[in-house]
């Protein structure tokens, strides 16, 4: 679990609470479902009518990426590549069609794949390129869905307090009953920003950063690819590679290597 997304939507509400209660409010003044169906109901509504319906599915989907850091691990793919290095240096290059089988991430398994075959590292190079900038494209738009449902929902929550508004004046003649009218028609407003700015447009900002993780370990794998169909050094690899990575460990796979 991604401890900062978790601490951080956690510490936004209870702040936001805390704050209003010490100001003599309570929980239940902003406890309204009527005004969070309207919110809720009508911002998807929006993004649907945006989006095709695979990439809204897909971007509900998606959400649980924004709690977890995902199942990519950089330090743990550069020292497969490295093995992969020193074998394909002893043994050829086609001494890793067994070791395919091993290999769980499609996008290193299809790149491998085609040097085994003999495809020349530039033709391997454009192919699993045009892969990765299609791949990215559809990935782009995810993060999209978040940030329109950002835009719509303070918009949806004005439309909720205007039709909470108009159910107060039917009450004009007694001023206790408009009073609490008013009260209650401004916590859609609350729910619509509070949607947008705690929920929707981190969340859009956390799935762009892990899609750009993701992207750096899939550019790292190719060019690992490259570099072993060349024959580089296995170390000088490491040290090429490891620049792909964030927080690296400098010769941490080498010497994973050496006390092996």
Do not use: W
């Not at 406890?31 to 998807?44: C, D, E, L, S, W």
């Not at 020292?79 to 290059?93: M, T, Y």
């Amino acid at each position: 679990m991604d401890i900062a997304s978790i601490g951080g939507i956690l510490l936004a509400v209870v702040g936001i609470l805390a704050g209003m209660m010490i100001e003599g409010g309570s929980i239940a003044q902003i406890t309204q479902p009527t005004a969070a169906m309207i919110v809720v109901g009508g911002t998807a509504g929006a993004v649907m009518l945006q989006f095709p319906l695979s990439i809204f599915l897909a971007a509900c989907k998606s959400l649980l990426r924004v709690f977890m850091p995902g199942s990519h691990d950089g330090e743990a793919t550069l020292k497969q590549l490295v093995d992969f290095a020193n074998k394909a240096r002893k043994s050829g290059i086609v001494s890793l069609d067994g070791d395919l089988a091993q290999v769980h991430d499609p996008f290193m398994k299809q790149a491998l794949m085609l040097g085994v075959d003999g495809t020349d590292p530039g033709e391997v190079r454009k192919i699993m390129q045009l892969e990765l900038e299609n791949k990215s494209e559809i990935e782009e738009k995810i993060p999209a869905v978040f940030e329109a449902a950002g835009g719509y929902s303070p918009t949806v929550g004005i439309i909720g307090a205007v039709l909470g508004l108009i159910q107060v004046m039917k009450n004009l003649d007694n001023i206790d009953e408009v009073g609490r009218g008013i009260a209650t028609a401004f916590v859609a407003t609350i729910y619509g920003v509070a949607v947008a700015n705690l929920i929707c447009l981190p969340a859009a900002g956390k799935l762009k950063f892990r899609h750009r993780e993701e992207t750096m370990i899939k550019e790292m794998i190719l060019e690992g690819v490259i570099c072993i169909l060349e024959g580089m050094n296995p170390r000088m690899m490491e040290t090429k590679l490891r620049t792909y990575l964030f927080d690296s460990k400098p010769g941490a796979a080498t010497a994973a290597d050496a006390t092996a």
